[in-house]
């Protein structure tokens, strides 16, 4: 404990790392991968690779990636099973990335749910269809955030493995 507490660099990357995890299950749509993995490049960088070592930045760079590749793939994986027709998937991922232009991460989410709702509905003239499509969207986007979550719980604790 007085290792952690004695290295004013290694306190704060802990600090910070705790905090993107608690943000993130209060701010699901929090980039936490990507929070994590830049605390550890910026610890790497001022303190030398040495400590933290080029394998362990590595290991944290692939599982970013992951993570970051299970939560766009995971949302259109869980609308194509909730019944979306890849034409509803293509206009999600337009309103989705107008959405982000025009309303940062909300609007890309709601982007998205809207742009597979409404297309479903002008495809099959079936709200409840359409909801289940858009519905699956949000599952997978949920389902995401738990794979994605636990990505960044094992990158913080490869890094304090490492360094500590």
Do not use: C
Not at 12 to 23: K, P, T
Not at 30 to 44: E, S
């Amino acid at each position: 404990m007085s290792h952690i507490l004695s290295d004013p660099f290694l306190t704060s990357a802990l600090i910070v790392m705790g905090l993107s995890l608690i943000a993130m299950l209060a701010i699901p749509i929090l980039p936490g991968q990507f929070i994590i993995w830049l605390t550890a490049l910026v610890y790497g960088l001022i303190v030398g690779w040495s400590v933290l070592g080029w394998g362990t930045f590595v290991t944290l760079t692939v599982l970013m990636l992951i993570a970051g590749l299970t939560d766009e793939v995971a949302r259109w994986v869980g609308a194509r099973a909730g019944g979306a027709s890849w034409k509803a998937i293509a206009a999600g991922i337009a309103l989705g990335l107008l959405g982000m232009i025009v309303f940062e991460l909300p609007g890309a989410i709601l982007g998205a749910i809207i742009g597979i709702a409404y297309v479903e509905y002008r495809g099959n003239k079936d709200w409840k269809r359409s909801l289940k499509a858009a519905g699956g969207y949000v599952a997978g986007w949920l389902a995401s955030f738990v794979v994605r979550f636990g990505i960044v719980v094992l990158m913080v604790i490869i890094f304090m493995y490492r360094v500590l």
